[in-house]
């Protein structure tokens, strides 16, 4: 039976050092700042930012939850963003997604300054991500969140074979370029991968972010394997499960997320893991 990789517990204590890190700042006359941008009222995008501006007040951040109708127009929205880069106050901008059809995500993560790039999904971060850059930069958080988890576990990805199904700029890039500047050797699955299931079976490391329930059984997975499972999805019974099968794939793997429990308490924290290293890299750039 595989080992069970305690996402919740992992965040928890991420958490008690963001804490610390934060209290340091501010015995200094800093306090972390982040500002997080809804537009619109989709359910899942009010739940999500709800939580993130609750962890920052209960992280003694400066938290600042700005909402905005769907029918904002893009150039109002990149006017406000720009308030936000010029706000001293402020060391870390997350705009929520999905954003209205009207208005291009792209637009608005350019807008971000990078240096308050919370979420690393600005071109600049991202291009040194994948030229490995070695000055600080913030990274996309659930990739980092899922590096956090494997370094917690002991689980070395230097020389591993990864296989990473999903090949989205939250997740999958992002994580193959981090895998790649840790040395592992890393391929990204999707729904033209031919053989996909051959890659599976040769993968030391197998991460699955594709949205859909319950999608990887124990078949398509090397005995003794570690399982990342980035998926959740709500079944009609309204019960939350992962991409993976969890309990079929716990049979063969080593070690597994669970969902929920796993990645996503990981998310979130490093979000706020990010928000003081921004902090922290303004001062130092002062």
């Not at 997080?36 to 400066?62: C, E, H």
């Not at 150039?75 to 010029?86: F, R, S, V, W, Y």
Request: aromatic fraction near 4%.
């Amino acid at each position: 039976m595989a080992k069970v990789i305690d996402g919740k517990q992992i965040a928890s204590n991420l958490n008690q050092q963001t804490a610390m890190r934060t209290q340091t700042l501010i015995n200094r006359g800093i306090t972390p700042g982040l500002a997080v941008v809804l537009v619109g009222d989709d359910p899942a995008s009010v739940i999500y930012t709800r939580n993130k501006s609750r962890q920052a007040n209960r992280l003694g951040f400066y938290s600042v939850l700005k909402k905005y109708p769907a029918e904002v127009s893009e150039a109002t929205l990149l006017g406000e963003i720009q308030k936000l880069n010029d706000d001293p106050q402020i060391h870390g901008i997350l705009v929520q997604s999905p954003l209205p059809a009207h208005i291009p995500e792209s637009r608005v993560i350019e807008a971000i300054a990078p240096q308050k790039d919370v979420d690393g999904f600005n071109p600049v971060n991202v291009g040194k991500l994948y030229t490995n850059d070695q000055t600080n930069y913030p990274v996309a958080c659930t990739p980092r969140g899922i590096m956090t988890m494997l370094e917690t576990m002991d689980i070395d990805v230097t020389g591993a074979e990864v296989a990473i199904i999903g090949r989205s700029h939250l997740v999958g890039k992002p994580l193959q370029s981090l895998m790649m500047n840790h040395d592992a050797t890393v391929t990204i699955l999707h729904h033209a991968s031919q053989d996909a299931n051959y890659y599976l079976k040769h993968a030391d490391i197998v991460v699955v972010a594709v949205g859909k329930p319950q999608f990887l059984k124990a078949n398509q997975v090397k005995p003794g394997a570690v399982v990342i499972d980035v998926g959740i999805n709500r079944k009609p019974n309204g019960h939350l499960v992962g991409d993976v099968d969890y309990d079929d794939v716990s049979s063969v793997a080593s070690a597994i997320t669970p969902v929920p429990g796993g990645v996503g308490p990981m998310t979130i924290a490093t979000l706020m893991q990010q928000t003081v290293d921004l902090a922290e890299w303004s001062t130092n750039n002062d």
